[in-house]
């Protein structure tokens, strides 16, 4: 089997799709997809949104500093694309998806109450890189949904049908393989 050989690019798929909430100071709040984000430091808790600066949450996030990842599910997918296609600045994105306001806990942006995960996230650097500008940022507090809780307290987060995105399509989260380390786990006798 050969291989085609592609233009440099981004093809580092598959990736979260998460629905970012941003406020300006005058408290408007907005939503836009993102799927260009990722964990950057476990220590302190850091991640990265990339954004393009012409979008409407932009200048919200470089006026306050702050934003919110929510994660998304497979009955959030609508919502995400929609999010993630219409701009804030022609409809209200959590009215139109019918979407929870739920105030934020460290930093004044809403979170989005049907998602399973919540990140407030302040804004320590911003790069500027080309096409898309990079918010470097520490997660200040993180919302985890109590319907995916067991008794013991565990947090089953695979539960909730995960969205990814991957070259175009929205995808939901399969079947577990393994877990971590279980490449190297002794069997037992």
């Not at 919200?60 to 500093?65: A, C, L, P, V, W």
């Not at 995960?117 to 993180?142: D, I, P, W």
């Not at 109590?146 to 399509?169: I, P, T, W």
Request: charged residues 25%; hydrophobic residues 35%.
């Amino acid at each position: 089997m050969g291989k085609q050989n592609f233009k440099p690019g981004n093809m580092l798929y598959p990736l979260p799709a998460v629905l970012v909430s941003t406020a300006d100071k005058a408290g408007n709040s907005n939503l836009l997809t993102i799927a260009w984000t990722g964990t950057v430091c476990s220590d302190p808790p850091m991640v990265s949104i990339s954004v393009r600066p012409e979008r409407f949450s932009y200048h919200m996030i470089e006026e306050t500093g702050e934003f919110v990842i929510n994660l998304t599910t497979e009955q959030l997918c609508f919502a995400t694309d929609y999010c993630g296609v219409k701009s804030g600045r022609d409809v209200d994105k959590w009215q139109e998806m019918k979407l929870t306001k739920v105030p934020g806990e460290k930093v004044k942006v809403p979170m989005v109450k049907e998602s399973p995960v919540n990140l407030e996230c302040r804004v320590t650097q911003k790069q500027e890189l080309g096409s898309h500008h990079m918010f470097l940022a520490e997660v200040v507090a993180v919302h985890a949904d109590e319907s995916y809780m067991d008794k013991q307290g565990r947090f089953h987060l695979n539960d909730a049908g995960l969205l990814v995105y991957s070259h175009g399509r929205y995808l939901s989260t399969g079947r577990e393989l393994g877990s971590f380390g279980f490449s190297v786990k002794r069997k037992k006798r």
